[in-house]
């Protein structure tokens, strides 16, 4: 028997897409909701990016703004690049709510709030001298009032629940009151509540009665004029599941040491945003994952560093304050020449800064966050399913060039989903350890014998002789160590040349990197761009949106998005010189910028955003508009 | 595959049945830049005498060490070795050991690096009950750094950075690895090879992480700090030799001998006034930890009798042990991990 229940043929719009936003207590049960929203949307068949956002307090003060937990998912019938800059409908569970995100909502958005939960008390408690309801100041919004609270009570009635139990079913009485507005059937979620509270028959109850009133109130009362169908995307053929940045991560490591025939270990220590990588690592035992959370971050790393001298793939994954914890040990991998993968969850700084929320404030820790001449390559996803390839290229790099490699993502990148069509695992590239089991050399009296730092020509890469190969038994150190023997040495030569030789092999990466792509539509008619958007990270959604807005309004604009941002590709320089002027959008004070600007002397401007927050598509897009206005206001002067 | 060929390139190096090996076969062609006088010398020599006899070979034997002037050991063993950073190197053969159980992971520390820096990866390293061998070189001093005072050093002690004595309450390195739920235990010193060896031998074969704080002279810095218990003319009435299933005695002719008081104290007494049968028996095996806690706290200091030998080794599943029975459960439940079937773990959809 099917659930999907029948509606009446009211009347239908269709639309290209949505952005809805639930919002309510952190206790209110907001993520869940989201993400069911989130997962009937996927299945339906919409294209469709996610923006969870909560308090850094588990259970802030119920009521207050503090408290106030959103998600945001923003579905289309075609392909979108982010969670959409401004929600066309606000769920509101409480005043609290309404006040926190009234200002993000378009103007005429619909906004549903329950009014239950707008008693004198609550009003008070949000700051709002009056009830918003009724003083007129939604007057720009369609504002449906609907009692969910009481409607909630009593549609649990038949579970004999007392109303405090009752009530906490709210939420999915708002599932389903916006499942019915935007027609997404309802089996999915009713069989992920039966699935989640197996252990509870009544939840299950409560929660699906809550769930079905809340679409009967839609498809019974008379408050919605209309309702409204975002038909499916045409994305591009395949399966697809629907993943967030942390998942697809912890599966592209896997996938990577699987890659390389390396048994994979995680040394981390919880930290907001990078933990759920521990967690589903840790899940994952049967593919021989061996997963430490450590004393601290420090032990994170060095038994992960451990881990890779004994031939597995060593991983730590931290964020914010962790990442300055490892930085020794990540020097000592540099000198030891050893894999590991450093995975830093960006998150606002400094000190514990914004625990929560997202910021690409690490590139320059990543790429200097060391004592002396201390080089690692740096790779940065772009979207949460990006963090899959990312994680692979990461491993591939450590692997090859036995060196430490910081892996960016940020909190945006890590809890925002999106549809991602599954690889074929035939596809993904092979990863060779090459470990080395003879010795490699012959000394001058003829004896063969194995030095642990003579290098292979091209990658410069050293031998990884792991622990248990007998007649290879060597000592390696973070004191300066001779360029072959490994020995410790103070001979200032060959200090000289091992500084030297570490940076160039850092540097030579590039040769085996991609060249970065540039999409400028009128190059190829000999119509390029003057302005070229240069991007690194989670700002390509925003980027990307945009840059095709920017064009769909006559702008011409180019835009190319680095993935290696240590080393860069070989052809940035070129692409760099092709234009008049680069714009680099990113979320801090400027710190690619100040990469790009030093290494190419180019006249790169940034455009930074530190609000915790990622870039709206329209803050890029007018930064566009502007840099073209200036170019061509100094066009007309000269002419 | 049987030889006797005792050049350094062959002899130990595969480990095979039979192969006979000697303390030159353990050592490495660094030249060792301890002091001269240093105990660390000693303590060296012990270990490359001990481990040709322990039927291991020289692939399968990594030393890890932090910083310090003991930190400096994995260079001068013919073995696998990292000299890591300050504190940390229990930590990295944590990783190690996870990864590969194989192995025979012995660290080498001091007590600043072991006690200030790295405090927290030894008590962690301890109650996880790693399958390390842990060597504490306890000089009371830091050396590296030209003679500060360490978290050893006992309260009052004059050093460069403590013109005016030291305020600092000292650890008592036993105690904190008793109450870090160390399962191995023990004390010697690098006054006595055959101690030494016989210690570091009950160490090895302990399956877990065995602690030995081996009191070690620095006769540039801290000369003498345990010549009132170690030395030649004191030794026998000084320090208290632990052996499990005996009563505790020690001195002249086993003249003196610890008995545990009704107010549960221990208590120094001559033998003769109260007979073996009152002497405190020695149970290394004891799972409550209290009386190897309380024989840890005998002396004040190295100047009072001070038990040496193995105070307490309980057996209790080793780290790497647990994790890879928990890996063996998981994959006798799961099968072990499909990675295009995670890959489609979630929910899925198909489009086209």
């Known amino acids: 028997m099917s659930r999907t229940m029948d509606r009446s043929p009211g009347s239908v719009s269709r639309i290209g897409s949505l952005v809805v936003r639930f919002a309510g207590d952190s206790g209110d049960g907001m993520q869940v909701t989201g993400d069911r929203f989130t997962a009937a949307s996927a299945l339906f068949g919409n294209d469709l990016a996610t923006f969870p956002s909560f308090p850094a307090e588990i259970r802030a003060p119920a009521g207050t703004l503090a408290g106030v937990s959103a998600f945001q998912v923003h579905i289309a019938d075609h392909d979108i690049l982010t969670p959409g800059d401004a929600p066309t409908v606000l769920v509101a569970m409480n005043p609290a709510a309404l006040r926190a995100n009234l200002s993000d909502v378009v103007t005429g958005g619909s906004i549903i709030v329950n009014s239950d939960a707008f008693d004198e008390r609550s009003v008070a408690k949000a700051g709002y001298g009056a009830d918003p309801l009724s003083d007129g100041s939604l007057a720009a919004f369609r504002v449906y009032e609907v009692p969910m609270t009481t409607l909630t009570v009593e549609a649990c009635k038949p579970v004999g629940a007392k109303p405090r139990d009752a009530e906490r079913s709210k939420n999915f009485f708002a599932l389903g009151l916006v499942s019915w507005l935007y027609h997404h059937p309802l089996d999915s979620t009713i069989e992920f509540v039966e699935r989640r509270y197996a252990a509870h028959a009544d939840v299950v109850q409560a929660n699906t009665l809550a769930l079905r009133a809340g679409w009967n109130f839609g498809e019974t009362t008379e408050v919605f004029e209309s309702s409204y169908e975002v038909p499916p995307s045409t994305l591009e053929p395949g399966t697809y599941t629907n993943v967030s940045g942390n998942t697809a991560l912890a599966w592209g490591l896997i996938a990577g040491a699987h890659q390389a025939g390396l048994s994979l270990f995680l040394g981390s220590y919880p930290i907001t945003p990078a933990s759920d990588i521990l967690h589903e690592l840790a899940k994952q035992k049967h593919f021989g994952i061996r997963t430490l959370q450590a004393e601290d971050e420090i032990a994170g790393v060095g038994a992960a560093l451990g881990a890779s001298y004994g031939g597995a793939l060593g991983v730590t994954t931290t964020s914010g304050p962790g990442i300055d914890l490892k930085s020794e040990t990540v020097g000592l991998a540099v000198s030891l020449e050893l894999p590991l993968v450093i995975v830093d969850v960006q998150r606002g700084g400094p000190s514990t800064g914004l625990p929560t929320k997202t910021e690409q404030g690490d590139l320059l820790h990543a790429m200097y966050g060391r004592h002396g001449e201390a080089p690692v390559p740096i790779i940065a996803a772009s979207t949460p399913s990006h963090c899959f390839e990312a994680a692979i290229e990461a491993v591939r790099i450590a692997v090859t060039y036995r060196t430490p490699v910081y892996l960016l993502t940020d909190g945006y990148l890590a809890n925002g989903a999106e549809p991602w069509r599954i690889p074929d695992v035939e596809t993904l590239p092979r990863i060779d350890p090459e470990f080395q089991t003879e010795a490699n050399h012959t000394a001058p009296d003829g004896t063969s014998e194995f030095l642990p730092y003579l290098r292979d020509p091209e990658t410069l890469a050293r031998p990884w002789a792991v622990p248990g190969t007998p007649g290879l038994e060597h000592r390696i150190g973070g004191i300066e160590k001779h360029e072959l023997t490994g020995d410790v040495s103070y001979d200032p030569g060959n200090h000289s040349r091992m500084v030297h030789i570490r940076a160039d092999r850092v540097a030579r990466i590039s040769r085996s990197i991609p060249p970065v792509a540039v999409d400028d539509p009128g190059a190829a008619d000999g119509r390029p761009a003057r302005l070229l958007v240069l991007g690194w990270g989670s700002t390509y959604g925003a980027i990307t949106a945009a840059v095709r807005r920017s064009r769909a309004n006559g702008l011409d604009v180019a835009q190319a998005h680095l993935v290696h941002l240590n080393p860069f590709p070989e052809n940035l320089r070129e692409v760099l010189a092709r234009y008049e002027a680069v714009l680099v959008p990113e979320t801090n004070l400027g710190q690619l910028v100040k990469l790009v600007r030093a290494a190419y002397l180019v006249d790169a401007v940034a455009l930074s955003k530190v609000e915790g927050r990622p870039f709206l598509v329209g803050e890029v897009e007018s930064a566009i508009a502007e840099r073209i206005g200036s170019l061509r206001a100094a066009k007309e002067t000269r002419a | ?352």
């Open chain 2, 1 to 352: 595959m049987t030889t006797t060929d005792t050049t350094d390139t062959a002899a130990g190096a595969d480990g095979a049945p039979g192969a006979t090996t000697s303390r030159k076969d353990w050592t490495s062609d660094q030249e060792v830049r301890w002091c001269p006088g240093c105990g660390d010398y000693s303590i060296l020599a012990a270990v490359q005498f001990l481990l040709p006899d322990l039927g291991v070979s020289r692939e399968n034997t990594v030393f890890v060490s932090g910083i310090g002037c003991a930190a400096r050991f994995p260079y001068y063993m013919s073995t696998y070795g990292m000299h890591s950073i300050h504190g940390r190197a229990p930590a990295i053969a944590t990783g190690l050991a996870v990864s590969r159980p194989d192995l025979d992971i012995w660290v080498v520390s001091g007590d600043g690096d072991a006690l200030s820096i790295g405090g927290n990866h030894l008590i962690h390293a301890l109650r996880r009950n790693v399958d390390i061998t842990i060597l504490m070189f306890n000089n009371q001093i830091y050396g590296l750094t030209k003679g500060q005072y360490s978290p050893t050093s006992e309260h009052g002690k004059v050093t460069k950075s403590t013109p005016f004595g030291s305020i600092d309450t000292p650890f008592n390195p036993l105690s904190v690895a008793i109450g870090a739920e160390a399962s191995f235990v023990a004390r010697t010193h690098d006054m006595d090879r055959k101690h030494m060896m016989a210690t570091l031998r009950r160490a090895h074969d302990h399956k877990g992480a065995a602690f030995v704080e081996i009191l070690q002279n620095c006769n540039v810095f801290n000369d003498g700090a345990f010549e009132a218990i170690t030395g030649k003319g004191s030794r026998e009435s000084m320090l208290v030799p632990l052996a499990h299933g005996e009563p505790i005695r020690f001195g002249p002719d086993g003249s003196k001998g610890v008995v545990l008081d009704p107010d549960a104290s221990l208590r120094v007494v001559d033998v003769a006034d109260v007979g073996i049968d009152a002497l405190l028996v020695h149970d290394e095996k004891r799972s409550d930890p209290s009386l190897a806690y309380m024989l840890s706290r005998l002396a004040r200091g190295p100047f009072e009798p001070t038990p040496i030998g193995v105070f307490r080794a309980i057996e209790r599943p080793h780290y790497a042990q647990l994790v890879d029975e928990q890996i063996a459960a998981v994959r006798e439940r799961k099968g072990s991990g499909d990675l295009a079937a995670l890959l489609r773990s979630g929910t899925t959809w198909t489009v086209g």
